[in-house]
């Protein structure tokens, strides 16, 4: 069955902005991160959130550019991605843990039970 599944991915011009959706119908998850590949690269950890207290956490190269939430009564999973730039582009993938014991784990793809199929994000002009 399906469980997580993104949209909102798309073409904008560098400068411009996103959201990215994410719906789940997993129970008990303490981890919701988004990760990023692009072609000929290895999945990133973009953004994580945990669902017990909403502690965010960030890859440096997308600080003070994007933004994690949800929205617990629709179990959904945003990503608000501002001044979007040409290397932001790739398909972007939502996760979910049910716990990860290690924050030097938090962007690391072995630590997430549970993936979406991916949005493409695409910035060019």
Same mark, same amino acid.
């Given at each position: 069955?399906? =469980?997580?599944?993104?949209? @909102?991915?798309?073409?904008? =011009? ?6 990215? *959706? ?22 990133? @950890? ?22 994690? *939430? ?7 999973? #945003? ?12 398909? #972007? ?7 990860? #014991? ?13 993936? @979406?199929? @991916?949005?493409?994000?695409?910035? *060019?002009?």
């Amino acid at each position: 069955q399906v =469980q997580l599944v993104e949209s @909102g991915g798309g073409l904008v =011009q560098p400068g411009g902005s996103l959201r990215l *959706s994410c719906a789940s119908s997993i129970t008990s998850v303490m981890y919701y991160a988004w990760f990023r590949q692009a072609p000929g690269k290895e999945r990133e @950890g973009v953004s994580l959130i945990r669902t017990v207290d909403d502690i965010t956490a960030y890859a440096d190269s997308v600080k003070g550019r994007f933004s994690i *939430s949800r929205d617990d009564a629709e179990n959904t999973v #945003y990503l608000q991605m501002n001044n979007l730039k040409p290397e932001d582009t790739g398909v #972007y993938y939502c996760a979910a843990a049910k716990t990860i #014991y290690y924050e030097k784990r938090f962007f690391s793809p072995d630590e997430y039970d549970f993936w @979406g199929r @991916g949005t493409q994000v695409t910035v *060019s002009s």
